[in-house]
């Protein structure tokens, strides 16, 4: 094992990530004039908000070893519950509380499932999907709700320093969940059961409070989500974030964490994020058709497990 | 000629050498027994044969011709069927279809199917029905599905590894019977096992082994169980004898129970280490799991151990054997290993302390001597001892007053051995209990104060210091009976 080799792989499976970015970056800057521009990079970073912030919550729940595919769910019944109490004549800053607090809720009804019936998580996640998405279409009996308060306009819409709130929405959400794996005990806690879950339950911790714990901060993270998508369509729609379980793990996974758990960082779906958008925003740009755009979205998905695979069997 | 030689087999793995240049040679009709201590190469040599590993010099010969299995299915093909304790078998398959399993024709009606799983079950004296699906069986029902595949699968060589060690008295009587039958039959039959009483009733030769050579092949009636005993252990000087010191007084008390094992009472004193030993299924490993609540019922001092978190408040703590996959998070760093049973120790407000735990690290890794020295790489980079080192210091960062070791020297290689044995006196001397359970005999009676001898689920004797290597092994072998 000759360091200069070691040395080179890890800074590639460490760094790979980035250098795709910017691989990306350069070539859509070529073939058209108005990608680099501000407002366009702005206009990106917007677009990916919703998915960043189902993401990241998705982060903590794989980092983990399990897998959340209700989320899309949960952000359509937040979203509808925060805008029917708003249209109700709830303060909305209440509304927007009761949202938060539901989804964290909805999360923890997963885990419960997950934690103490020791259900596999992608079957007690996949009922969820549907059990949220029925209570969504009752809730709404199927129609949009419209004529949301100013409050949900702000949050989808309005500019502070330049940037608009979803954005800030987003990088202030990946900072604490940063902070949260990185700095705290309880992110140790979230490695360490994903890396190991026996190791882990002989080291005395309590995995199935860590587990209970990673499925209600995806909720609450599908909650935020729903609040921006609310501002952004100035309207809860009852379809809201059909398939977006897919963007979010697509987003973790080409981000460079590990399905199986253990490995990985937010900041990596950040950017794993932000690569979808970018490839998305630039295919726009190109004029490229949207049927193509599903093949190539694929095509990235595939090559960053494959690079990931190619990491994996060395380390073994 | 012979139905299998095995010529001047050698095989290491990375420094160590496993097998030395090992002859075996089994004749068709024969049963013959593979006896040594742990390590000394039995199983290593088995599965050479059966292809799981590619030997590094030697040659082998079925029936005369040139044998070198690449892969477990390349030596099915040739006739070698490996018997393992974890099976392979499909559990959620029929015992019929189990029994023909990648020999069954595409198109043939499950009718037929079991009718004849049904008759050959019968002949063989074996009862239950050919349809339950093999999960339903118990493991020894299950071991003997598997051997009774053999016959479908027109084996030439069977090896055994210790296959009675989960095994009912009645079903290994079921197994013996049919192992007999693979020898009326032709079939050349390797049995390792570390029970002599059952190489006593079964074998025609026994082969031993001792640090990856053969020490001997005789004939069974040329033999004894005290002779197979001193073949086994050898005349070597004893490699680590700790001079046991006076006891300081009594700890506590332990009371245990859990299924397969009869309640088990132990007074454990300050600073004492205690050995465990006995064969795989004895009961010794439950009672260190039991006592650090992950099976059955225990207690310490009165206080009932449900679990791990409520075991390690009442100052225990539990090494495993299996550090990979039950003691390190291997993705992890050294450092977040290390800290990963005192995580709320080093918090504040749910934060880490960094500086602090940093400090805490240095400190055991200095303590420990662990190698290479920097606790930021992963888990996954450092050696089998060190590795040990880790998961040490992992316990001792909870400042234990018990601690709970399964085979503490398992792939640690002889001077990090040494190390961890000074270092565990060391620990004994400063007031730590520790209770280890080993199947290395050579451990227990240079390390223990007290050994307690397991079988069948239960405490057959207990030795004290000094401890007489030669004794335990016969213990624990059942070469001597306790009246």
């Known amino acids: 094992m000759s360091p200069g080799r070691g040395g080179w792989r890890e800074l590639l499976s460490r760094y790979g990530i980035v250098l795709a970015l910017g691989a990306l970056v350069l070539v859509l800057a070529l073939l058209s004039p108005s990608f680099l521009t501000p407002s366009n990079w702005l206009n990106v970073l917007r677009q990916i908000a919703v998915n960043a912030l189902l993401a990241f919550g998705m982060t903590v729940v794989i980092l983990g070893a399990g897998i959340d595919l209700s989320v ?11 805008a029917g109490l708003s249209v109700a004549g709830w303060p909305p800053a209440l509304a927007i509380l009761v949202a938060l607090v539901l989804g964290a809720l909805i999360g923890l009804f997963n885990g419960v499932f997950v934690a103490y019936a020791r259900i596999a998580p992608f079957i007690v996640t996949l009922a969820g999907l549907t059990i949220f998405r029925g209570a969504t279409l009752v809730y709404t009996n199927g129609m949009p709700i419209t004529g949301l308060p100013d409050t949900f306009n702000v949050i989808g819409n309005a500019v502070w320093l330049g940037i608009p709130l ?12 940063h902070f949260l794996l990185r700095y705290t005990a309880l992110g140790r806690a979230i490695y360490a059961v994903g890396g190991n879950e026996e190791a882990a339950r002989l080291s005395g911790i309590s995995v199935t409070r860590i587990k209970l714990f990673q499925y209600a901060y995806s909720g609450l993270a599908c909650a935020l989500g729903a609040l921006v998508l609310n501002g952004r369509l100035n309207s809860a729609q009852p379809t809201a974030g059909v398939g977006f379980e897919l963007d979010a793990i697509a987003a973790v996974v080409v981000g460079g964490t590990s399905l199986f758990g253990g490995r990985g960082t937010v900041m990596g779906t950040f950017l794993g994020a932000l690569i979808i958008g970018v490839l998305n925003n630039g295919m726009n740009l190109l004029n490229v058709s949207a049927f193509y755009q599903q093949i190539v979205k694929g095509g990235v998905i595939l090559g960053a497990l494959l690079i990931d695979r190619l990491f994996a069997t060395r380390r073994d | 000629m012979a139905l299998l030689e095995m010529r001047g087999i050698k095989k290491h793995f990375g420094g160590v050498e496993a097998l030395k240049g090992v002859d075996f040679v089994l004749e068709a009709g024969e049963i013959q027994a593979l006896v040594g201590e742990n390590g000394a190469g039995k199983s290593t040599l088995m599965k050479v044969l059966s292809g799981v590993f590619q030997p590094d010099g030697g040659q082998m010969l079925l029936a005369g011709n040139p044998l070198r299995p690449r892969s477990v299915a390349e030596a099915q093909q040739a006739g070698i069927v490996m018997v393992y ?3 392979n078998l499909v559990s959620d398959l029929s015992v019929a279809e189990n029994l023909f399993l990648g020999r069954l024709p595409p198109l043939m009606g499950y009718t037929r199917l079991n009718q004849e799983a049904q008759a050959l079950l019968g002949q063989m004296g074996l009862e239950f029905p050919p349809e339950a699906s093999v999960r339903q069986l118990s493991t020894g029902e299950q071991q003997l599905v598997a051997v009774a595949r053999a016959f479908v699968q027109r084996a030439k060589v069977m090896v055994f590894d210790e296959p009675t060690a989960t095994l009912s008295a ?3 009587e079921q197994l013996f019977r049919l192992i007999r039958r693979l020898r009326s039959e032709g079939v050349g039959v390797a049995y390792i096992s570390h029970r002599l009483e059952e190489i006593f009733l079964l074998a025609d030769r026994v082969t031993v082994l001792r640090d990856g050579e053969r020490v001997s092949m005789a004939p069974l009636s040329e033999l004894t169980p005290e002779r197979v005993v001193n073949l086994m252990v050898g005349r070597e000087v004893r490699a680590y004898q700790r001079q046991p010191h006076g006891s300081e007084g009594e700890l506590g008390r332990f009371q245990v129970e859990a299924a397969g094992l009869a309640p088990l009472g132990l007074t454990l004193n300050k600073g004492e280490i205690v050995g465990l030993a006995g064969v795989i299924g004895s009961g010794r490993s439950e009672v260190l799991r039991a006592m650090f609540g992950l099976v059955g019922s225990a207690s310490w001092r009165g206080t009932r151990l449900s679990g791990p978190l409520t075991a390690l408040r009442q100052g225990i703590f539990y090494i495993p054997a299996d550090r990979k996959t039950q003691g390190l998070v291997l993705e992890l760093s050294a450092r977040e290993n290390v800290t990963l049973s005192v995580l709320s120790r080093l918090q504040w407000l749910g934060v880490m302390k960094a500086a602090q735990e940093q400090q805490l690290v240095k400190g055991w890794f200095r303590r420990l001597s662990v190698r290479p020295s920097d606790p930021e790489r992963p888990a996954r980079t450092f050696s089998g001892g060190n590795q040990q080192k880790l998961v040490l210091a992992k316990g001792l960062a909870t400042t234990p007053q018990v601690l709970l070791m399964e085979e503490p020297s398992r792939g640690v290689d002889v001077v990090t051995r040494y190390e961890l044995y000074a270092l565990l006196d060391e620990l004994a001397r400063g007031g730590l209990s520790l209770l280890v ?10 390390l223990c104060d007290r050994v307690l001898v397991f079988r069948g689920g239960r405490v057959v004797v207990q030795l004290e210091a000094p401890l007489d290597r030669e004794e335990v092994v016969a213990h624990v072998t059942g070469a001597r009976r306790v009246a």
Do not use: H, K, M
């Open chain 1, 72 to 82: 899309g769910s949960i952000l359509a019944f937040t979203g509808a519950v925060a």
């Open chain 2, 170 to 172: 009645n079903e290994v």
């Open chain 2, 85 to 87: 304790q974890e099976l």
């Open chain 1, 166 to 177: 979803p954005v800030w929405i987003t990088l202030a959400f990946l900072a604490l969940t």
């Open chain 2, 437 to 446: 359970s080993s199947s290395d005999t050579e451990e227990l009676s240079g």
